[in-house]
């Protein structure tokens, strides 16, 4: 098979290549990325190695952008994938108050390209989601037929790619699956996400801004975990599926206090309250029902047995992360953040 992945320089699509690279040692290969501010090529150095010195070619990269539908178009029918699976997105809710035009270019009409270029092909196309599209979810929990209630425009641009894809679906009976994933955590996170940030700036001695109370709940999915279940929906769920793979739930402030304890520091000197976001949403909730029951899916790694490690490789990787919070771009938004300054 040869699968084309676009946003594969990102955190969670770059463990998805080398899975793939790892787990199906027939497979090619293609790597798409923009190379925005959160694509790093850093994050694939070991598979570039190992291209290096392997006997046959299995991994390409190609920069473009999938808001470029010609670009889109000649690179699929040049590399002729059997699956394309997307994991290109602008996905910082705090970044779309700012700018929420990046993220209807990308998260939307780039789906749409994609979704031109799979149906003229014939292809498999999966499109990752997020359980954000649910919106907030007091009780209960979200399946994969509850109704769609973004709550911010990140999470609307990724709930209309979802109703793009489900359209094409039905219209015109495409090859296409959805896959909707909780809080990925792992290594090579940017750092502008909640648990590499806390990391990061508790090594460097800085507090970590807390948006309101910092009760806000989620399910903490390993990244690991993740790209395994899509994985297994790429190979084994028919065409048309929906599912959610989540995690453990898990209070934003419970984990601030357990990496702090964990480096050895007071909880309570860890953090800063900052004013939460506009219409925060204070639990997410989605059943991963579904995908245990079909794919024989289940998370392996616990975020309370897990997250020792994933400590430890900030901790030993720091020139991975410094690298990035150096840059202006990044300092320049972590203020925006941490003052709540979101328009």
């Known amino acids: 098979m040869r699968i084309l992945v676009t946003g594969g320089m990102g955190f969670i699509g770059s463990h998805f290549v080398r899975h793939i690279y790892r787990r199906h040692p027939s497979y090619e290969i293609v790597n798409i990325d923009a190379l925005t501010y959160a694509g ?12 290096a010195v392997a006997n046959r070619r299995r991994y390409w990269f190609v920069k473009g952008d999938i808001a470029d539908a010609a670009f889109v ?5 040049e590399w002729k994938p059997d699956a ?8 910082h809710v705090d970044r779309s108050f700012v700018g929420a035009a990046a993220f209807i270019l990308t998260n939307v009409l780039g789906v749409e390209h994609l979704l031109q270029a799979a149906r003229a092909g014939g292809i498999k196309f999966v499109q990752i989601s997020t359980d ?62 909640l648990i590499p940030l806390a990391i990061t700036n508790l090594l460097e001695s800085k507090k970590v801004p807390v948006h309101g109370t910092g009760r806000h709940v989620r ?48 909880p309570e000197d860890a953090y800063e309250h900052v ?38 490789w900030y901790r030993a990787n720091p020139s991975w992360w410094r690298k990035v919070k150096e840059k202006r771009e990044f300092r320049d938004h972590y203020e925006k953040q941490r003052r709540a300054r979101y328009y």
Request: hydrophobic share 40%; charged share 30%.
């Open 132 to 193: 954000e599209i649910y919106g907030d979810v007091p009780e209960g929990e979200s399946s994969e037929e509850s109704p769609l209630r973004p709550s911010n425009p990140y999470a609307a641009s990724k709930a209309a790619a979802d109703l793009l894809v489900r359209a094409y679906m039905r219209s015109d009976a495409a090859p296409a699956m959805l896959i909707r994933g909780s809080n990925n955590f792992g290594s090579h996170q940017y750092p502008e996400k």
């Open 275 to 312: 004013p939460d976001r506009p219409s925060a949403d204070h639990r997410y909730a989605p059943s991963a029902a579904k995908a245990e029951r079909e794919l024989g899916w289940k998370p392996k790694r616990h975020i309370d047995e897990a997250l020792p490690g994933i400590i430890a």
């Open 73 to 77: 178009e000649r690179t699929v029918k």
């Open 219 to 266: 399910r903490w999915i390993h990244v690991d975990d993740f790209v395994e279940g899509i994985d297994l929906a790429l190979h084994r769920a028919a065409s048309g599926s929906i599912y959610n793979l989540a995690g453990r739930e898990r209070a934003n402030l419970d984990l601030l206090r357990r990496i702090a304890t964990e480096l050895g520091l007071r």
């Open 40 to 51: 790093n090529p850093e994050n694939l150095a070991d598979i570039e190695a190992a291209e």
């Open 84 to 91: 394309i699976v997307n994991f290109a997105a602008e996905s």
